[in-house]
């Protein structure tokens, strides 16, 4: 069972709308429309962990830290750890920083 976290999907959307506003022709934006609704479709498909009030609680506790991580990296760090979950990433140098989060490389 594996699944993605609401961060994640986010940071995809935000990607691919950045994009359909840079397009310069209609064959850009079709395109551009085109992976947004594969990811869409994805996003779907798979199960997708909530950021709760348990996460918010794992990402205040994250951020007092202070490690030198992103904050979107945090938030999604902060669903694992709620959830009890592995973190599946190829970002392995910054989610390593974690205190408690069991990471492991996807591509490997």
């Given at each position: 069972?594996?699944?993605?976290?609401?961060?994640?999907?986010?940071?995809?959307?935000?990607?691919?709308?950045?994009?359909?506003?840079?397009?310069?022709?209609?064959?850009?934006?079709?395109?551009?429309?085109?992976?947004?609704?594969?990811?869409?479709?994805?996003?779907?498909?798979?199960?997708?962990?909530?950021?709760?009030?348990?996460?918010?609680?794992?990402f205040?506790?994250?951020?007092?830290?202070?490690?030198?991580?992103?904050?979107?990296?945090?938030?999604?760090?902060?669903?694992?750890?709620?959830?009890?979950?592995?973190?599946?990433?190829r970002?392995?140098?910054?989610?390593?920083?974690?205190?408690?989060?069991?990471?492991?490389?996807?591509?490997?």
């Open positions: 069972h594996y699944g993605a976290a609401t961060v994640t999907y986010e940071e995809q959307c935000r990607g691919w709308t950045a994009q359909i506003d840079r397009a310069r022709s209609g064959a850009e934006r079709i395109e551009s429309y085109a992976f947004l609704e594969t990811n869409l479709r994805f996003f779907s498909s798979i199960a997708v962990w909530d950021y709760t009030v348990a996460a918010e609680a794992e205040t506790t994250l951020l007092r830290a202070k490690l030198r991580v992103g904050t979107k990296d945090l938030r999604i760090a902060a669903i694992a750890l709620a959830n009890d979950a592995t973190l599946l990433s970002n392995l140098r910054d989610f390593s920083r974690v205190p408690g989060l069991v990471v492991d490389d996807w591509t490997a």
